[in-house]
C-alpha cells in the first residue's frame, strides 16, 4: 500500500536529444541552423524533495546529492551532475526532487545528451514547485544558461532550442537571431542515420576559440549571419578569414538546403551535407581523421545522398541521409533516428 502511493507520486519527465542535418558552428553568431529532435530520450522519475536534488543515473556508477541553493554550478561531483545543478541555480527555488535518470543517448556523443538532461531538470523542478510551465524558447535560454555555469562552453541556443521545441516528422529551420523556429516536414521515404564515431568532451577551450575567432572575424566584415561570401576575403588573417568562410557559407548552405528539403530534392539536399562536412574540416577545422573516414565511406555507399559531421565536432557523430535502398550494413553502428516532438512531462 505504502508503496503504491509513494509511486503514484512520482512524476516522468522527458527530453529528446537532437541530431544536426547542416549547419553547424553558425548558432553563436545568430545564424542558421536545421536540426531535429531524434526519438532517443533522457528520462527522470522522480518526486518532490525539500531543499535537495537525489538523482540516481542508470547509465553512471555515482549519485547526485546536493543540497539547494547550489552555488557553484561548475564544481558539483559527479561531473553529469553539473547540467543539474546550473539548471537549479538558474531557477533558485527550494524544493528540488528524488528520483533516478535513464537515457538511450550516448552520452558525450554529440547528440545533446546533456541539452536532454538539462530540459528535464527545468520540467522537473517547475512542476514540484508549482511553478508555471515555461514556454519551449524561455526553456531553451534557461537551460543554455545552465549549460555556460555547468560547463564554461559558451554555447549556442541549437541543442537547446531543438530538444525543447521538436516536431514529429519535420526537421526545424532556426534562425539563432530572430529565434524562430520554422518546421520542415522530412520526406517520409527518407532514412536518417547517426553513427557514433567516438566520445568526444566539448574540448572547451577548443570550442571557445572558435567562439572567439568568429567574434574577432565581425570586427573586419561586421556580423557573419549578415555577410556575403564576397565580403569574407577581405579578411587577411589566414585563420580568421577560413573560419569566416565556413560560418557565412555554412549560412546560405543552410537556406539552400531548407528549400530542397521542402522541394525534396535530396540530391541537392545531400551535396550540401557534403560540402559542409569539407567546409567544417577544412576551414573550422573541427572534424577528425576518424570522422573523415567514416563520413567518406558513408558517401559512398549507394543510395546515400550525403554525410557529415553532425554538432560541434572532436568527436561524437556523424549523420547521413539516404533513401530506403541503401544498404548501411558496411556503416558500423549506424542507427536509424525518426524526428520526435520536443521535452515534456509524460506522467
Ligand atoms: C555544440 C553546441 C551548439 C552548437 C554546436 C555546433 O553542440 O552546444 O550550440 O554550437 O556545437 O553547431
Same mark, same amino acid.
Given at each position: 500500500?505504502?508503496?503504491?502511493?509513494?509511486?503514484?507520486?512520482?512524476?516522468?519527465?522527458?527530453?529528446?536529444?537532437?541530431?544536426? =542535418?547542416?549547419?553547424?558552428?553558425?548558432?553563436?553568431?545568430?545564424?542558421?541552423?536545421?536540426?531535429?529532435?531524434?526519438? +532517443? !530520450?533522457?528520462?527522470?522519475?522522480?518526486?518532490?524533495?525539500?531543499?535537495?536534488?537525489? =538523482?540516481?543515473?542508470?547509465?553512471?556508477?555515482?549519485?547526485?546529492?546536493?543540497?539547494?541553493?547550489? @552555488?557553484?554550478?561548475?564544481?558539483?561531483?559527479?561531473?553529469?551532475?553539473?547540467?543539474?545543478?546550473?539548471?537549479?541555480?538558474?531557477? @533558485?527555488?527550494?524544493?528540488?526532487?528524488?528520483?533516478?535518470?535513464?537515457?538511450?543517448?550516448?552520452?558525450?556523443?554529440?547528440?545533446?545528451?546533456?541539452?536532454? =538532461?538539462?530540459?528535464?531538470?527545468?520540467?522537473?523542478?517547475?512542476?514540484? @514547485?508549482?511553478?508555471?510551465?515555461?514556454?519551449?524558447?524561455? &526553456?531553451?535560454? &534557461?537551460?543554455?544558461?545552465?549549460?555556460?555555469?555547468?560547463?564554461?562552453?559558451?554555447?549556442?541556443?541549437?541543442?537547446?532550442?531543438?530538444?525543447?521545441?521538436?516536431?514529429?516528422?519535420?526537421?526545424?529551420?532556426?534562425?539563432?537571431?530572430? &529565434?524562430?523556429?520554422?518546421?520542415?516536414?522530412?520526406?517520409?521515404?527518407?532514412?536518417?542515420?547517426?553513427?557514433?564515431?567516438?566520445?568526444?568532451?566539448?574540448?572547451?577551450?577548443?570550442?571557445?576559440?572558435?567562439?572567439?575567432?568568429? *567574434?574577432?572575424?565581425?570586427?573586419?566584415?561586421?556580423?557573419?549571419?549578415?555577410?556575403?561570401?564576397?565580403?569574407?576575403?577581405?579578411?587577411?588573417?589566414?585563420?580568421?578569414?577560413?573560419?569566416?568562410?565556413?560560418?557565412?557559407?555554412?549560412?546560405?548552405?543552410?537556406?539552400?538546403?531548407?528549400?530542397?528539403?521542402?522541394?525534396? *530534392?535530396?540530391?541537392? !539536399?545531400?551535396?550540401?551535407?557534403?560540402?559542409?562536412?569539407?567546409?567544417?574540416?577544412?576551414?573550422?577545422?573541427?572534424?577528425?581523421?576518424?570522422?573523415?573516414?567514416?563520413?567518406?565511406?558513408?558517401?559512398?555507399?549507394?543510395?546515400?545522398?550525403?554525410? +557529415?559531421?553532425?554538432?560541434?565536432? !572532436?568527436?561524437?557523430?556523424?549523420?547521413?541521409?539516404?533513401?530506403?535502398?541503401? @544498404?548501411?550494413?558496411?556503416?558500423?553502428?549506424?542507427?536509424?533516428?525518426?524526428?520526435?516532438?520536443?521535452?515534456?512531462?509524460?506522467?
Amino acid at each position: 500500500m505504502f508503496r503504491f502511493m509513494n509511486m503514484s507520486a512520482e512524476i516522468v519527465v522527458r527530453s529528446p536529444g537532437r541530431v544536426n =542535418l547542416i549547419g553547424d558552428h553558425t548558432d553563436y553568431t545568430g545564424g542558421m541552423v536545421l536540426p531535429m529532435a531524434i526519438n +532517443r !530520450f533522457t528520462t527522470i522519475t522522480a518526486g518532490p524533495l525539500a531543499g535537495a536534488i537525489q =538523482l540516481t543515473s542508470a547509465d553512471q556508477p555515482d549519485s547526485l546529492n546536493c543540497l539547494l541553493p547550489i @552555488n557553484s554550478p561548475a564544481s558539483t561531483q559527479p561531473e553529469w551532475g553539473r547540467y543539474v545543478a546550473g539548471v537549479a541555480t538558474q531557477l @533558485n527555488v527550494a524544493r528540488g526532487f528524488s528520483g533516478s535518470v535513464s537515457t538511450t543517448l550516448p552520452l558525450g556523443g554529440g547528440l545533446s545528451s546533456s541539452a536532454a =538532461l538539462e530540459l528535464c531538470t527545468a520540467l522537473m523542478l517547475c512542476l514540484v @514547485n508549482d511553478l508555471p510551465p515555461l514556454a519551449s524558447l524561455e &526553456l531553451a535560454q &534557461l537551460c543554455r544558461r545552465a549549460e555556460h555555469l555547468a560547463t564554461g562552453v559558451p554555447c549556442g541556443i541549437m541543442d537547446q532550442l531543438t530538444c525543447a521545441s521538436g516536431v514529429a516528422g519535420s526537421a526545424l529551420l532556426i534562425d539563432c537571431h530572430s &529565434l524562430q523556429v520554422s518546421p520542415i516536414k522530412i520526406p517520409n521515404d527518407i532514412n536518417i542515420y547517426v553513427q557514433f564515431i567516438a566520445h568526444r568532451k566539448l574540448a572547451s577551450s577548443a570550442y571557445s576559440d572558435r567562439v572567439t575567432q568568429c *567574434d574577432q572575424a565581425e570586427q573586419h566584415i561586421g556580423p557573419l549571419r549578415l555577410a556575403e561570401v564576397s565580403s569574407v576575403p577581405n579578411i587577411t588573417d589566414d585563420v580568421l578569414r577560413r573560419r569566416a568562410m565556413h560560418v557565412v557559407s555554412e549560412n546560405e548552405r543552410v537556406r539552400r538546403a531548407t528549400v530542397a528539403l521542402a522541394l525534396q *530534392d535530396m540530391t541537392t !539536399f545531400g551535396q550540401l551535407m557534403n560540402e559542409s562536412h569539407q567546409s567544417l574540416r577544412d576551414n573550422f577545422e573541427v572534424s577528425t581523421h576518424q570522422m573523415d573516414e567514416a563520413v567518406r565511406i558513408a558517401q559512398q555507399t549507394p543510395g546515400v545522398f550525403g554525410a +557529415r559531421m553532425t554538432g560541434g565536432g !572532436f568527436g561524437g557523430c556523424i549523420v547521413i541521409v539516404a533513401d530506403s535502398t541503401a @544498404n548501411v550494413d558496411n556503416l558500423e553502428g549506424a542507427t536509424l533516428v525518426k524526428p520526435v516532438s520536443g521535452a515534456k512531462v509524460i506522467s
